[in-house]
């Protein structure tokens, strides 16, 4: 007779004579106890094997019943403190004697009562010298089951149990013993069935598929892990920032990566000598040495304002060169993109209101750190309406933050050339508790919007998403978001809510 390995197992280990438990017997073959349960009904089903079930009710100590089993039971404490009086003693003493309090005050004195240990009046507490705490089976039975031993007393456990310190719990138990045919099966001899774990052509054509056992099927393994390509969560943050937006009333914007430092610069009014433009600041492309199509009446009117002023606001007067307008730079922020769009370059000349936005690369020639890459995202936006104020701002980036969880924005005073007022923006880090820069905005000025021929308000700003994704994220340093540090668990189990 073939048997498949565990029930073999089982139906050697069982006997005629003995009932024995399923656990030890799984203990015994080194089998799962789950599988050698269901290999004995599966040999009971044979007629080899009976399997005998029964409840079992347990015992074990909770955490006061293990604090009584070192310490002693509260009534023999209170005993202990009184003995060695003689007559009434006075309680208050006693009770401090015996080192207990709180309700273990109230449980001594009933338990005391109770299996009379002595009299309890007011306030005096004399001892019964006949009794003896110390033989106490309620101590006794705690002790064994402390020490891993049974208890066969009911009696006492089922009062232990209504105390609280013990916990009774029912099992059941199965054991197996051997049937009639199960011996003879045995005597005849019985042999481990090859599993097969796939059904072949081969298995098939020899009639060999008759004689072999076939391994079950696990349904609790798990599955392989496939890790086909994602999309990266910085990319899929991208994409939510963009669905919150547009959600808000906000149209896309696009653009070159390199672009003319006019757009990049001198549009928002930012004076040629500035230090963000320099080669420490920003990569400056060779080639083509120069932009041709700028539009001149644009360029005339952005030179004015540098050198002049225009109504509302005062020029540099300093020198202001149409080569460098005209120079080649990767833009290191997307308020070009913004600038081309105001200037009607981009989509014709906007009417208000009006909202756009972009989610796009920037890059800067900045010292790698734990904030700072040379090329990150920036959340580029502006709202066009007339009276506009610094509420409207701190309104929708409070709108804007909440889709993110991000309820403790701060604001900062700071300058920018081209917005007036200007406000740096922080959020806190979810574990460091540290303020994160996240943005920076403001009101665009006379300076930048004249030339370009808006005549109402602009509230604008730049927001970084890497720095969007350490606070829900948790991330303390940048570079684990890019860059050949990142952990691959967290690229491809990252969550962004949507
Ligand atoms: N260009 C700014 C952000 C900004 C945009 C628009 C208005 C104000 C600030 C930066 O890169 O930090």
Redesign the pocket.
């Known amino acids: 007779m073939k048997l498949p390995e565990a029930q073999l197992a089982v139906l050697e280990a069982a006997s005629a004579n003995e009932a024995q438990p399923i656990d030890e017997i799984a203990t015994e073959t080194g089998t799962n106890p789950t599988t050698a349960t269901g290999a004995a009904f599966a040999l009971e089903d044979e007629g080899l094997l009976d399997v005998i079930e029964h409840t079992r009710t347990t015992a074990s100590l909770t955490d006061e019943g293990r604090e009584y089993a070192d310490a002693g039971l509260p009534e023999t404490r209170l005993y202990e403190a009184a003995d060695g009086i003689e007559g009434d003693a006075e309680m208050g003493p006693v009770i401090g004697a015996s080192g207990l309090d709180g309700p273990a005050v109230d449980i001594a004195l009933s338990n005391f009562a109770r299996k009379e240990y002595g009299k309890i009046e007011s306030g005096t507490i004399r001892i019964d010298p006949e009794a003896d705490p110390d033989d106490d089976p309620e101590h006794a039975a705690l002790a064994a089951l402390a020490d891993g031993e049974s208890v066969p007393d009911e009696a006492v456990l089922d009062r232990l149990a209504s105390r609280d310190l013990v916990q009774r719990e029912e099992t059941v138990v199965r054991e197996v013993r051997l049937t009639d045919d199960g011996v003879t099966a045995l005597m005849e001899g019985v042999e481990a069935a090859d599993t097969v774990g796939q059904l072949t052509s081969d298995l098939l054509t020899t009639g060999e598929w008759r004689d072999v056992e076939f391994a079950e099927y696990n349904v609790e393994a798990d599955a392989e892990q496939v890790d086909g390509g994602r999309i990266h969560p910085l990319r899929r943050t991208a994409e939510r920032v963009k669905d919150v937006l547009v959600g808000m009333g906000f149209e896309e914007m696009d653009g070159p990566h390199a672009d003319a430092e006019f757009w990049i610069n001198d549009a928002?009014f930012m004076p040629q000598d500035h230090p963000a433009r320099t080669h420490w600041d920003q990569f400056t492309l060779a080639d083509p040495p120069a932009i041709d199509d700028l539009p001149d009446d644009l360029v005339a009117g952005v030179k004015r304002a540098h050198l002049e002023g225009v109504d509302d606001g005062e020029g540099y007067h300093s020198p202001w060169a149409e080569d460098v307008a005209r120079g080649l730079t990767l833009r290191?922020?997307?308020?070009s993109l913004?600038a081309r769009y105001l200037s009607g370059e981009a989509v014709g000349d906007l009417e208000p209101p009006q909202r756009f936005f972009s989610v796009e690369k920037?890059y800067r020639n900045d010292t790698l750190d734990s904030t700072h890459l040379l090329e990150f995202f920036?959340i580029?936006?502006?709202v066009m309406a007339e009276d506009l104020s610094v509420r409207d701002l701190m309104g929708t980036f409070t709108e804007f933050y909440a889709q993110f969880g991000i309820t403790d924005l701060q604001f900062k005073p700071t300058y920018?050339p081209?917005?007036e007022p200007?406000f740096e923006l922080f959020g806190e880090h979810p574990t460091t508790g540290e303020l994160v820069e996240i943005?920076?905005?403001?009101l665009?000025r006379p300076e930048m919007l004249d030339p370009l021929g808006v005549d109402c308000d602009v509230?604008?700003?730049?927001?970084?998403l890497e720095r969007l994704l350490m606070l829900t994220h948790g991330f303390e340093d940048i570079r684990d978001v890019h860059g050949t540090l990142v952990d691959l668990d967290f690229l491809r189990n990252a969550e962004v809510v949507y």
């Open positions: 928002l290191g922020h997307t308020t913004s920037v920036q580029e936006g502006w920018n081209y917005t200007s943005g920076n905005s403001g665009f509230m604008a700003w730049g927001l970084a």
